[in-house]
């Protein structure tokens, strides 16, 4: 069985985080100019 390693990034867009959960290490949203968290956040695992 082998294990596929998936190589993790810092997303700044939450549109692409959404489409690569997987792949997501960090979300940085600093420059994005949210005052709160959207609720898309909530299907992020990590």
């Known amino acids: ?3 596929e390693e998936v190589e ?3 997303y700044t867009d ?5 489409q690569n959960p997987s792949k997501v ?3 940085d949203l600093s ?3 949210i ?3 959207p ?4 299907q ?3």
């Open 1 to 3: 069985m082998q294990t």
């Open 8 to 10: 993790k990034e810092t």
């Open 14 to 18: 939450l549109a692409k985080t959404l």
């Open 25 to 27: 290490l960090s979300l």
């Open 31 to 33: 420059s994005q100019g």
């Open 35 to 37: 005052t709160t968290f």
């Open 39 to 42: 609720p898309e956040i909530g």
């Open 44 to 46: 992020l695992l990590n």
